[in-house]
């Protein structure tokens, strides 16, 4: 790329100087904003909670849903997690090929949790269940296409970084910026975690009143 | 007016909450990769046993609770460990927590108003 | 430094100009931010006022025809929207940007392309919610938009409604993890947080506040325009949808929002009224304490809002409990303003009428809060006149009087010359007998019975005589108005040049610096030692008799003058055009949730490239 500046201006800049707390603020803003993300997803998670079990036609859930495609799609992502911390060790490390590798693994695993999810609701879409078939289709779509979204962005992100290493865009040390959007990351993935519970494993029987 | 006034310059000039004695504090170095891929297989075991219920049948008061105690227990291990805020300054905990223990009060208090409970 | 020089390569150059037009819509100065903030807020107070002078003169006469019942819909949903997202949210934005930094002895905020791109996505967002008149029709179904009349209007109103403040939305999130980390962590050495001004204190919280309750209604919005636009069912009640979930999330911001739009007022007359009586607030600690249990105990009252929505007994006394007790620390603000002043040596110039006017229509506003907390009597006075009344004397006594008072406060320190004294108190005077004209005779219109939104009322009920009151009153409102803007424009018609720079005998750091303060604030940062730092620098206690002297001239000069090299060597974060790049993607997603897919995509583009330059561009550029 021909838009090569010099590193010292700071793709981060400003971290280098002594702050108030000492702590860097790019991650003190970053742990606000998921801080303000665990009531974005609160409240949609929230909505799904209260229109469980209360759709008036089918498909239901558990017309649907295919649990051991669900579980590796889990997986996949769970693992992300797990390569997106070697990209930080190898980050510290200053291993630039590695980092790039394993950012690479991330940025896969996560785009085949979104193709996965496409799949997903392709085939929920052939059999019957659109946004507007019934709540269950309305808060369901809404929920994990939210967070579908939020992967994407997670995918976008970590292939800017290896983008911009390639490039050699990133300071020597890139430990900062990848632990950021590292974290950035695992949250998408903690989130996943309470919606795969929520939305998944937990059994919407006959018990329940529709 | 003054007397108020020396009173405050005392009082504040003692208490000086900017003071860096958090920031100097010794900050446990991040996990290694050896003890991140420890954590990675006990996400992959616990979330095995989540799976597995599904084909276990089991009396819902009982799996519901055990679901919910699961993610937990991997929604924790991926905090304080993936994005090692075991390991970080406290106050990034600080305001994380705030954050979700708000959401969590705040939602519940909504759903039980709704009399909305997932068994 | 640079190994390729980047703008011959790029193509576009990098802004470079600090001064002149084009500079405005590249700089990321906080307080060129912070004027814009200024200025577009009160272009939108204007219109807002303008809607209220219409809804008044509507309702002066019985069975009026001057507004249909749909234009008076469209014309008080806006004034509601106008009033809250597009005046007093930017305004107090547009005081905690230009100020904050100075109070904590700071060059700018911590992310100073996400502070223009804040604005830039705010301005958008209120022009975005403003184009609706022109293509179908402006928001009608009320500043909270209650769901399924919101989801089912036929007009397209509702739709920019929710993708207008879901943009705004995204304006006010950012700048809220911007202002909050700046003020952790961009202060100067020594200003711990209880040496903070209580104005940044206030604005600590607010950043907090919003940061938690945004991402509540931006998802109910979500829900609300998947419901209009691509019919999912979320407040579908023959589907079996809960409109009650509308509201629910609805007041879970909008009771916070409450405190948003107050609390940035409060910070400015705490730190007026010490100015004025020329004595240190009254326990500082307990208005700081007390801001932040307004912003605790404001997330657990919002179903104060729903007490005849049918929550049940529990949850209503709950609440209403709950509601007291909020009244418990502001009235502890209320007594430290009132002690502060007690004894103090007054001197009733402007900012300080306005100050002493919060005060008091505060008090009023807030008693009438906490008439509502008494369940059985909200049954009576809810959806009635008497709310309408009781929330103009929070948010208008409240916030307005508050801001309008930092105006003339901060007023030479922005532009280097002094509003007029005289019409500053005929604006003062005008406005409280004519906001007191307007808003008293509400309590008893809606006592008596008087629907808050009815476009009309027959002569029979006998509301005609307090509703030409109040409409007579909004007209003195309006003069006021007028008045302040006569003064601004004499004022800004005279020289630049204050002939003592600190023309109130100040007690904070921003008056340390010159009027206007230069772009890199301070020379050097300074080193605070105390609250009140400015005013200790100027006055000693003389040890024999306890009385405050004068520093002697020459020992502690309050600020360095005459470095004429002053300001090289400081590096600021250089203009860029990124911030609004990506600012325009956003309505042009919403035009295109709208009308048509290809414009969302190209929005999308847009943003991603806005957000992509900003990456790939260093905040300072190389010399």
């Given amino acids: 790329m021909a838009l090569a500046i010099d590193k010292d201006g700071g793709s981060h800049g400003g971290e280098e100087h002594q702050t108030t707390t000492g702590l860097p603020s790019t991650k ?58 070697m990209a930080l060790v190898a980050a510290q490390k200053r291993d630039v090929v590695r980092m790039r590798l394993w950012l690479l693994t991330t940025a896969l695993l996560g785009l085949t949790f979104v193709g996965g999810q496409v799949y997903e609701f392709t ?82 029987g006959p018990d329940v009143v529709r | ?30 996990p290694s990769a050896k003890e991140y891929i420890r954590i990675g297989v006990i996400l992959a075991v616990l979330t095995a046993l989540e799976v597995a219920s599904y084909y276990v049948d089991v009396n819902t008061s ?39 223990a708000l959401a969590a009060t705040l939602y519940l208090i909504v759903l039980i108003s709704f009399r909305a409970f997932l068994v | ?78 004034h509601g929207v106008t009033m809250v997202f597009l005046f007093v949210m930017p305004m107090s934005a547009a005081f905690f940007n230009y100020l904050i930094p100075l109070m904590i002895g700071a060059r700018d905020v911590a992310f100073p392309r996400l502070n223009a791109y804040s604005f830039w996505v705010f301005l958008l967002g ?17 500043w909270f938009g209650y769901a399924p009349n919101s989801t089912t209007d036929p007009s397209i109103g509702m739709s920019f409604y929710a993708i207008g403040l879901l943009i705004t939305g995204i304006a006010s999130s950012a700048g809220a993890v911007n202002l909050a980390v700046t003020v952790i962590n961009m202060r100067a050495p020594g200003m711990s947080l209880f040496r903070m001004p209580v104005f940044v204190w206030m604005g600590l919280v607010v950043q907090f506040l919003l940061a938690f309750s945004l991402p509540i209604i931006t998802v109910a919005l979500f829900e609300l325009l998947f419901d209009r636009r691509f019919g999912t069912l979320f407040f579908n009640p023959t589907e079996g949808g809960d409109p009650i979930l509308w509201q ?44 932040i249990a307004i912003g605790f105990i404001g997330f657990g009252v919002w179903a104060h809002h729903m007490f005849a929505a049918g929550l049940g007994p529990v949850a209503n006394t709950a609440f209403g409990v709950s509601t007291a007790i909020i009244a418990i620390p502001t009235g502890v603000k209320i007594f430290n303003w009132m002690a502060t002043m007690h004894g103090g040596d007054l001197r009733f110039k402007t900012p300080m009428l306005f100050s002493i006017g919060t005060v008091m229509m505060f008090v009023i506003g807030g008693l009438s809060g906490v008439t509502h907390s008494i369940v059985p009597s909200d049954y009576q ?100 108005v007028l008045v302040f803007i006569i003064n601004a424009v004499r004022t800004q018609m005279k020289p630049k040049g204050l002939e003592d720079e600190d023309p109130w005998d100040a007690r904070t750091l921003e008056w340390t610096t010159s009027c206007p303060p230069p772009v890199y604030n301070f020379e050097e940062i300074p080193q605070v030692h105390a609250l009140d730092e400015f005013w200790r620098r100027k006055y000693v206690q003389d040890e024999k008799t306890g009385t405050l002297v004068p520093v002697q001239a020459g020992s502690a000069p309050p600020h360095d003058e005459g470095h004429d090299d002053a300001g090289h060597g400081i590096h600021l974060p250089s203009p860029s055009y990124w911030p609004l790049v990506s600012a325009i993607g956003l309505p042009t997603i919403g035009y295109g949730i709208l009308y048509s897919w290809w414009l969302v995509g190209a929005g999308a583009l847009i943003v991603l490239i806005g957000f992509y330059g900003w990456a790939m561009e260093p905040s300072v550029a190389g010399d």
Wanted: glycine residues 10%; charged residues 10%.
């Fill in chain 1, 28 to 85: 003190l803003a970053m742990w606000i904003f998921l801080a303000s993300e665990c009531l974005l997803f609160g409240a949609l998670i929230t909505t799904y909670v209260l229109y469980r079990g209360v759709s008036k036609t089918g498909p239901y859930p558990g017309d649907v849903f295919d649990i051991p495609y669900t579980s590796v799609s889990s997986f996949v992502l769970l693992a992300s997690s797990l390569t997106m911390v």
């Fill in chain 1, 123 to 204: 085939a929920f879409y052939h059999e019957g269940l659109s946004l507007s078939t019934n709540l269950f289709g309305t808060t369901f779509y809404v929920l994990t296409g939210f967070h579908g979204v939020h992967v994407t962005v997670g995918i976008l992100m970590l292939l800017s970084l290896v983008g911009m290493s390639a490039a050699d865009r990133l300071p020597d040390d890139a430990a900062f910026p990848v632990e950021m959007v590292g974290l950035y990351w695992h949250f998408v993935d903690i989130v996943w975690i309470i919606i795969f519970t929520v939305v998944y494993l937990i059994p919407t």
């Fill in chain 2, 1 to 30: 007016m003054a007397d108020t006034e020396s009173r405050f310059q005392e009082e504040l000039g003692a208490e000086d909450l900017a003071d860096p004695r958090e920031a100097l504090a010794p900050h446990r170095e991040h």
């Fill in chain 2, 62 to 100: 009982v799996l519901i609770p055990t679901l919910f105690g699961l993610a937990l227990v991997k929604f924790v291990l991926v905090v304080l460990w993936f994005m090692h805020l075991r390991f970080d300054d406290r106050r990034y905990a600080r305001f994380f927590v705030m954050g979700l």
């Fill in chain 3, 1 to 78: 430094m640079a190994s390729v020089t980047a703008p011959a390569s790029r193509g576009i150059r990098r802004p470079s100009a600090l001064t002149g037009f084009w500079s405005w819509f590249t700089s990321v100065d906080h307080k060129k931010i912070g004027l814009m903030y200024g200025f577009v807020a009160f272009f939108f107070f204007i219109v807002g006022g303008l809607e209220a002078l219409l809804i008044r003169t509507q309702l002066s006469q019985p069975d009026n025809t001057l507004l249909s019942a749909d234009a008076y819909n469209q014309i008080f949903t806006m």
């Fill in chain 3, 126 to 142: 209120g022009l975005f919610l403003y184009s609706s008149p022109f293509l179908g029709g402006m928001p009608n179904a009320g």
């Fill in chain 3, 248 to 291: 629910h999330l609805f007041w879970l911001f909008g009771h916070p929002e409450v405190y948003i739009l107050v609390l940035p007022a409060f910070g400015i007359i705490s730190d007026i009224i010490p100015v004025f009586a020329r004595k240190p607030l009254f326990g500082y600690q307990f208005v700081v304490f007390s801001g």
């Fill in chain 3, 381 to 480: 006075q809810t959806d009635t006149y008497y709310v309408v009344a009781h929330f103009h004397y929070v948010l208008f006594g409240g916030a307005v009087f508050g801001l309008f008072g930092g105006m003339y406060y901060w007023w030479p320190k922005v532009f280097a010359r002094q509003l007029s004294e005289g019409l500053g108190k005929v604006h003062f005077w005008l406005m409280i007998i004519g906001f007191n004209l307007t808003f008293g005779p509400m309590h008893i219109l809606g006592l008596a019975g008087m629907i808050r939104r009815e476009y009309s009322y027959p002569a029979s009920l006998g509301l005609t005589g307090w509703n030409q009151v109040a409409s007579v009153g909004s007209f003195l409102i309006a003069l006021s």
